[in-house]
């Protein structure tokens, strides 16, 4: 039977994410939805979930205080092919670096670097909040049945600005360009929460669970 892992690090509440996890996984078929911080788990899952909310460094640190579970998830994802899906924080950590209060080491999945949102106009208040229209980029499995013009629910002071924009899968407008999703191999990561998101979120965590990459 197949697994889904979500990843359990003390990053916030989860509540929300297993729920609608869960529910896509039974109306498809697709076996388990399991949240945990064991790497044994891990290491046997067949897709992973990595969420976060706060900021960069304490979420960085977070993840490194469970003995072995960083190790787990880049075994899986590297070495096996596991398909990996980053939400919010948990996206942002794939970057080279987070500069939100002090430059912190990320993962190195994708290069580039978590930086603070600048929008052109200054009336704009950051946070970024609230629903935005997706702009997609690049063609990708996960985006059967979303298009251009879908919304998704954001909650965020700092955005990932990539080094190869062949990784920039969808952004939103907000006076400026702000990466949304971004992806490359078995992994992708999106800056808003699909839990959230209503209909968009659910057809993406619905092409997660299904995808073979």
Known sequence: MSLTVLVDY???NLHSARKAFE???LELGQGSVVVTSEPDVVARADRIVLPGDGAFPSCRAALTRFTGLFEAIEEAVHRKGTPFLGICIGMQ???SRGLEFEPTEGFGWIPGEVVRIEPADPTL???HMGWNDLVIDRPHALFQGIETGDHAYFVHSYHF???NPEH???HVDYA???TAIVGRDNMVGTQFHPEKSQRTGLRLISNFLQWKP
């Open 10 to 12: 003390d990053s916030g």
């Open 161 to 163: 600005r990539v080094a």
């Open 176 to 178: 400026g360009p702000i």
């Open 93 to 95: 950590m794939m970057a």
């Open 168 to 170: 920039l899968l969808a």
């Open 125 to 127: 208040k950051v946070p």
């Open 23 to 25: 529910r896509m996984a």
